[in-house]
C-alpha cells in the first residue's frame, strides 16, 4: 500500500489501513470452543442458536426470531411464511441488493419497483399506492445503510391495501424508527449476518416477527415441515433444512453483546464526519438529517457527488483517487435493480427497457459508499477522508 502514488504522483494522504473488520476477541474463541467440546454442534441439540434467537429478537423489541443461513434464505422464508407465490406481486426498492428482489422472484412473486426518495435512499411511500394492482401481496422496505425507511407513510398504504410489510433489515441492526427498532414493526423483519455486516458469523439471517402463528410456520418451513409438539417424522408442509450450526449462535451472541458500543461509536463519528464534509467539502452532500430516525446502524455513509464541485470529473474518477489516496472502504454501490439483467430476464423483460425511475438511476450514477468499519475508528480517521477529498478538489479545481 505504501508504494502507491497518489493522483499527483507524491505520497498518499493516508498509509494505514480503517479499523479492522470483523472484531474479535477471546470471547469468540472461548464461544466457538465450548461450542466444540460440548459435542453439540446443531441446534437441535445445543442450545446457542435458540439462545441467540430470543436474545436477538428481544433486542429488537420483537418476541420471535427464526435464525437461518442468510439474509436472503430469511427474506424468503418469511415471503412464503406470509402466504406470497406465484402470481403475487411485491412493491419494493431498486435501490439495494439483489436479494430483496431474487427471494422475492424465488417464491414465484413478481417484485414491482417503486422508486425512493432523494436524500434517504429509501422507498418513496407517496409513490407506493399507484403502484398497487389487484395482485399485490407485500411491500418491502429496506432499511438501506441502515437508515429507517418511512415506516408511518408504508404502514399506512399497507394497512388501507391490506397488505402485508417484510422490512428488510439487512443492514440496520440496531437502527430505531420513532423509538422503536426496526424489524418488527410491519408483519416481519429479515437481518443478514454475511461477513461484511455488522454483526456478523461469516453468513447467517434471522427472521425476527411479533406475529406467533408467522413465526411458527418460519420455524416449521426451516426445520423441514415440524412442527413443535409434533414427532420426529411428522412432516405438516414442505420445508427446507435452513436451521444454523451451533458456532454461528456461538459466535452471534458474543457479536450481539458487542453491538450497542459499536453502534454508539459509528453514530458518533458519522456525526463528526458529515458535520465536517458540510463544512468543508462542497459538492458531498450527505443524507437528509431526519429526527423520526432515533439509531442507525450506520451500515454505510451514502454521500452524494457533484461533479461541477470537482472540475466536472466523474463520481468514478472521484472513487479511483480516493482510494489512490488510501481511502480504500470508499465504493460506488448499487446499479438499480430494474437494469440488472438478471432481474431484466426473470421479468422476462428486453434488456434495454426504458423504465421510469430517476431517483435511483441518479443515486446509482452519483452515489459514494463509506464502510462501517470507518466509524468504529477515531476522529484522525475521519479527518483523514477530508484531507483526501480537499486535495483531490484542489487537484481538479
Ligand atoms: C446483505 C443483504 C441482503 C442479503 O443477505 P445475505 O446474508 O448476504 O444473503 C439482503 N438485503 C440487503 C439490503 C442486504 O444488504
Excluded at 18 to 47: C, I, N
Excluded at 308 to 334: C, L, Q, W
Aim: glycine share 8%; charged share 20%.
Amino acid at each position: 500500500m505504501t508504494d502507491k502514488l497518489a493522483i499527483d504522483g507524491g505520497k498518499p494522504v493516508r498509509q494505514q489501513p480503517f479499523h479492522p473488520w470483523p472484531v474479535f476477541d477471546q470471547s469468540e474463541e472461548k464461544a466457538l470452543l465450548d461450542v466444540l467440546r460440548s459435542g453439540k454442534w446443531g441446534m437441535l441439540d445445543g442450545t446457542r442458536v435458540t439462545e441467540f434467537e430470543k436474545q436477538f429478537a428481544n433486542f429488537h423489541d420483537a418476541q420471535y426470531g427464526i435464525c437461518v443461513p442468510n439474509g436472503t434464505l430469511a427474506l424468503q422464508l418469511a415471503l412464503i411464511a406470509l402466504g406470497v407465490g406465484p402470481g403475487d406481486e411485491v412493491i419494493t426498492t431498486p435501490y439495494t441488493f439483489i436479494a430483496t428482489a431474487s427471494s422475492i422472484l424465488q417464491t414465484g412473486a413478481c417484485p414491482v419497483f417503486v422508486d425512493i426518495q432523494p436524500g434517504s435512499h429509501n422507498i418513496d411511500p407517496d409513490l407506493i399506492e399507484s403502484a398497487i394492482t389487484p395482485l399485490t401481496r407485500a411491500i418491502v422496505p429496506v432499511h438501506l445503510s441502515g437508515r429507517p425507511a418511512d415506516m408511518d407513510g408504508i404502514l399506512a398504504v399497507a394497512k388501507k391495501h391490506n397488505l402485508f410489510v417484510l422490512e428488510d433489515a439487512c443492514q440496520a441492526w440496531g437502527s430505531e424508527w420513532r423509538g422503536k427498532k426496526v424489524g418488527a414493526i410491519g408483519n416481519a423483519g429479515a437481518f443478514s449476518f454475511q461477513s461484511s455486516k455488522n454483526i456478523t458469523a461469516g453468513e447467517g439471517g434471522i427472521v425476527i416477527t411479533n406475529d406467533e402463528a408467522l413465526s411458527e410456520r418460519c420455524w416449521s418451513i426451516h426445520n423441514v415441515g415440524r412442527i413443535r409438539a409434533g414427532a420426529w417424522y411428522q412432516h405438516e408442509v414442505l420445508g427446507w433444512n435452513l436451521r444454523l450450526p451451533e458456532w454461528e449462535g456461538a459466535i452471534l451472541q458474543v457479536q450481539l453483546a458487542r453491538l450497542p458500543r459499536q453502534l454508539l461509536r459509528r453514530e458518533e463519528s458519522v456525526n463528526y464526519l458529515t458535520r465536517l464534509i458540510q463544512a468543508e467539502i462542497p459538492g458531498l452532500t450527505p443524507p437528509l438529517a431526519d429526527d423520526r430516525i432515533t439509531a442507525h446502524s450506520h451500515h454505510l455513509l451514502i454521500l452524494n457527488f457533484q461533479p461541477a464541485a470537482f472540475g466536472d470529473h466523474s463520481r468514478n474518477e472521484f472513487v479511483d483517487a480516493m482510494s489512490a489516496e488510501g481511502i480504500t472502504p470508499i465504493s460506488k454501490g448499487y446499479t438499480p435493480l430494474h437494469k440488472a439483467p438478471a432481474i431484466r430476464r426473470a421479468l422476462g423483460e428486453p434488456l434495454n427497457a426504458r423504465q421510469s425511475l430517476p431517483v435511483a438511476e441518479h443515486a446509482g450514477q452519483a452515489s459514494l459508499w463509506l464502510n462501517q468499519n470507518v466509524f468504529l475508528g477515531t476522529h484522525e480517521d475521519m479527518e483523514s477522508v477530508i484531507e483526501a477529498a480537499k486535495k483531490i478538489q484542489r487537484t481538479w479545481d
